[in-house]
């Protein structure tokens, strides 16, 4: 290559041992990837618990009105959805230290944000404060939680220059993170399990659909009395989301510690906020991205906010749910390194297709398979493989977006932090609305706190949630992905072209 430009016999060798230096200087050792990796698992492991447990804990053991807890869960999740761009500022802008730039934030943020997300999953004992108490320390969390999650998500561009090293460190990354997802439903799911909130069974021939909504107004006479397991009351049952929250808050501390002392502390430049938005929302390829991930992750998330719901109600597996929700989390573990291998050999735009679309068939078999464990565990099992690619390939694909960027604009520095604030505030806010209207919606339909059966209008409405809506985003998502212009060809020539400047 150094010839063919013309440089002198001193030149090529020049070329070529600059060349080779950066190859390995850039090469990642196994315990820098699993150091990094292991930073990505708080964020999945409280996601995860909060994502399919919240809402049927501030329903059914903290026994809110449904229009409270939809105000909480949209509220929740818009709050966080907006703290990401104005903490994606924060760090571009945040003093270099001899600990580098994005590390000392996931320090400081953690022992707040365990606490926080502690105390979410504890009752007060005053009635009247319930909603402002679940509204604050939700709120605290997310934000603690953006402080640690912005900065270890632009730290994929730091960790290496080179494009292989990164998607290597993002597979391991997301073998991690899909693990936490997988220790995130075992740990909560398996110790409430042992401990399901009480059910109050409804007498035949009375107007459940009517009844609904102020049927939490009968709970405070019927809390011990009325149980579906014997021997089990609502008080054990808050306990047991007590202890799963402090054992999740352990990890997530462990998995911090990891995290700061075994990765590297490399710099970067500074850069203007709000010219990197400007160019980062200006950038078309991040944008055509960013929407088509918008839709697919909107489809998930509906997916894994009514999931619980669903299993207890509709398919009527009370007793089982959390078992179904792990077959699907390790699955998706087991699946990772086959998309990984996969998008390597056929393309991320491939993956994407494939990967996405595959778990169509498997949500609309399940609400339409009359109810059956082992089929709905088989059904669990092979969902559980498209929930993989939906993991891996947003965050594999959003650094060839930032390279793009880097080649189109090579004197920009400091934008890293933005891609993914940007990213993570638009899927959160989406996020916010769907678990919102999801929430308004069973409201709507008639959902009984801590029923043992659910009105007709419900199992329709969960239906629709966990299958219909979801599939609908999909293929919205699949059409905009389209025009997403970064192929393979693309993406090797934004390579080669990255390492010329290095």
């Known amino acids: 290559t150094a010839k063919g430009r013309g440089f002198t016999a001193e030149g090529v060798n020049t070329y070529a041992l600059n060349t080779f230096l950066f190859r390995i200087f850039e090469t990642l050792s196994i315990c820098n990837k699993l150091c990094y990796a292991v930073g990505g698992a708080p964020y999945q492991i409280t996601g995860c618990a909060l994502g399919f447990f919240l809402q049927i804990y501030l329903l059914d053991v903290a026994q809110l009105d449904p229009f409270y807890a939809s105000i909480i869960l949209f509220v929740g999740r818009a709050w966080d959805a907006v703290t990401d761009p104005i903490i994606g500022f924060m760090v571009s802008r945040s003093p270099w230290t001899r600990f580098g730039r994005m590390l000392p934030w996931i320090l400081f943020s ?24 679940y509204l604050v320390f939700y709120c605290l969390f997310q934000t603690l939680q953006t402080c640690f999650h912005v900065p270890y998500s632009a730290l994929t561009m730091f960790i290496s220059e080179d494009q292989k090293e990164r998607d290597s460190a993002t597979a391991y990354r997301m073998t991690v993170e899909v693990l936490g997802t997988v220790i995130g439903t075992a740990v909560q799911g398996q110790i409430v399990g042992m401990a399901n909130p009480p059910c109050i069974p409804v007498a035949p021939g009375n107007n459940v659909t009517t009844e609904g909504l102020n049927f939490s107004l009968l709970l405070g006479q019927e809390v011990n009395t009325t149980v579906i ?57 991040y944008v055509r991205l960013v929407m088509g991930f918008l839709f697919t992750s909107l489809a998930f998330m509906l997916l894994e906010g009514n999931f619980a719901l669903f299993c207890c109600y509709t398919l009527g597996f009370r007793n089982d749910f959390q078992n179904i929700l792990l077959v699907i989390m390790l699955a998706a573990m087991l699946t990772i390194p086959f998309w990984q291998w996969f998008l390597t050999k056929f393309g991320k735009k491939n993956a994407v297709y494939i990967g996405t679309s595959s778990v169509i068939p498997f949500m609309i078999l399940v609400v339409c398979v009359k109810s059956n464990l082992i089929i709905t565990y088989m059904v669990s099992f092979a969902a559980g493989v498209g929930v993989a690619a939906a993991f891996l390939l947003p965050w594999s694909m959003l ?16 934008h890293e932090a933005i891609f993914y604030s940007f990213y993570v505030f638009f899927t959160k806010f989406a996020s916010g609305i769907s678990l ?67």
């Open 110 to 133: 953690t022992p707040l944000a365990v606490v926080s997300y502690f105390l979410i999953w504890y009752v007060p004992v005053i009635e009247n404060g319930k909603v402002i108490w």
């Open 436 to 502: 919102g209207i999801s929430t308004l919606s069973l409201d709507f339909a008639g959902y009984m706190t801590r029923g043992c059966t659910q009105p007709e209008n419900v199992d329709i409405t969960l239906k629709v949630l966990v299958s219909a809506a979801p599939i609908g985003l999909i293929l919205i998502g699949l059409v905009l992905f389209r025009s997403y212009p970064i192929d393979e060809e693309r993406r090797q020539c934004n390579r080669k072209l990255l390492q010329e400047q290095r």
């Open 229 to 285: 397991s014997p021997g089990i009351t609502l008080d054990q049952t808050k306990t047991a989301y007590m202890i799963a929250s402090g054992a999740i808050c352990s990890i997530y501390v462990l998995c911090a510690v990891v995290l700061f002392f075994g990765s590297s502390r490399p710099r970067s430049e500074l850069m203007s906020f709000w010219q990197g938005i400007g160019l980062v929302m200006g950038h078309g390829p």
């Open 399 to 414: 650094p060839d977006v930032v390279d793009d960027f880097q080649v189109q604009n090579p004197d920009s520095r400091g």
